[in-house]
């Protein structure tokens, strides 16, 4: 009889995902009292007052589990985006929702079209379960290939996976090249639309297709609470499919996510639409400062219509030290090594104050990394 490893190969060689620092621990590392997060694409207005009204009167209850069905909060998204209930799934963030896509639909072995550059947890969730990860090449503005993507695809293709907006880039696939790739996509081809920065990408442009104008079984779409609702800390993630898609992921989802409080917290949320639409229009002001600041000191920006934006520091050793230094007067971004952009640096969006922060430390680390880098 022969010993079979504990471990799978495919998880052997597996990273686990990085966070963003969190403050606590760059306050404690560094004995700083002034520190502005913009590393994980949080809401810098915080939460809707209505989800943390609704939140805490959940508090009361937490001694009953939560409801499994999710009446309440699949109700509000069921009226808002004119579906079934049955065609709505939700669970602790997008990523779980991801998970369960992973553990219901593809074995060990399968392939898996997506891009080059894109975000890392899928990378981590179906190398988890043995896929075969094909990545297309992005072209040369950063954007996604979907003629490369279309190629890709193959007899052996289980599924394909989309993030639109795409992390950590910012860019999006226009309504017609979404046109062209699905026209390429077989029906018995599973898609993951990732639309984790839908609402962020709708505001900005009207060419984002917003997949809730198409209708096709085969697609799967991902959104959530973390980024435009300021919800990241509760974990609420939602899906849309087709009913016998979503009747499948039920099969294997935990009986009781998401949480009553993180369930309340959603309802509160999609009831404050003037809260999300500050968020919107306080996103877009920021984004213009930061774009404008990031060009007038000579560094290439990639066009975002979400709530971050990345420029090109010149390479990796340059981007490990606008991160450090950064780090050093309290101010967290984003170094972008783990996807493939070595050379690049992402910056999160923030408050009117933070954004300052973030000008004012790049002006002072400016001049030593003109003299290091800009020779």
């Not at 639409?273 to 290439?300: I, V």
Request: a positive charge; glycine letters at 6%.
């Amino acid at each position: 009889m022969t010993k079979r490893d504990l471990i799978p190969d495919y998880l052997k060689e597996l990273k686990p995902y990085q966070a963003g620092k969190p403050i606590e621990e760059l306050a404690r590392e560094k004995n700083l009292t002034k520190i502005s997060k913009l590393a994980s694409n949080e809401n810098p207005l915080g939460p809707s007052p209505f989800a943390v009204k609704e939140m805490t009167y959940a508090l009361w209850d937490v001694h009953r589990y939560p409801d499994m069905h999710s009446y309440e909060l699949k109700n509000e998204l069921s009226k808002l985006y004119k579906l079934k209930n049955e065609n709505i799934i939700l669970a602790n963030g997008s990523e779980g929702i991801m998970a369960l896509i992973a553990r219901t639909f593809v074995l060990p072995g399968d392939e898996v079209v997506t891009s080059e550059k894109t975000f890392l947890g899928f990378n981590i969730l179906f190398k988890g379960v043995g896929a075969k990860i094909i990545e297309a090449p992005m072209t040369k503005d950063f954007k996604y290939n979907v003629e490369a993507i279309a190629n890709c695809i193959n007899k052996n293709t289980r599924l394909v996976y989309i993030a639109n907006p795409n992390n950590p880039t910012g860019n999006f696939i226009k309504r017609d090249e979404f046109d062209f790739l699905m026209s390429k996509i077989p029906a018995n081809v599973l898609v993951i639309l990732d639309e984790a920065y839908f609402e962020f990408g709708r505001f900005a442009s009207s060419e984002y297709p917003d997949s809730m104008d198409y209708r096709y079984d085969n697609v799967l779409t991902l959104r959530t609470f973390s980024k435009a609702y300021g919800l990241a800390g509760i974990r609420v993630g939602y899906g849309f499919g087709h009913e016998t898609l979503i009747g499948h992921l039920h099969k294997i989802k935990l009986t009781f996510e998401p949480g009553s409080i993180a369930q309340k917290g959603a309802v509160g949320a999609l009831a404050d639409y003037p809260h999300l639409n500050r968020t919107l229009r306080n996103n877009r002001r920021r984004y213009n400062q930061t774009a404008a600041f990031l060009q007038k000191h000579d560094f290439r920006i990639i066009d975002s219509v979400t709530n971050f934006i990345c420029f090109q520091t010149g390479s990796e050793a340059a981007s490990d030290f606008i991160y450090e230094e950064l780090l050093n007067l309290g101010v967290i971004i984003r170094p972008l090594r783990s996807n493939q952009m070595a050379d690049f640096i992402r910056v999160s969006l923030g408050s009117k104050a933070e954004m300052n922060h973030f000008y004012e430390a790049m002006e002072q680390i400016l001049p030593a990394y003109s003299k290091k880098f800009r020779k």
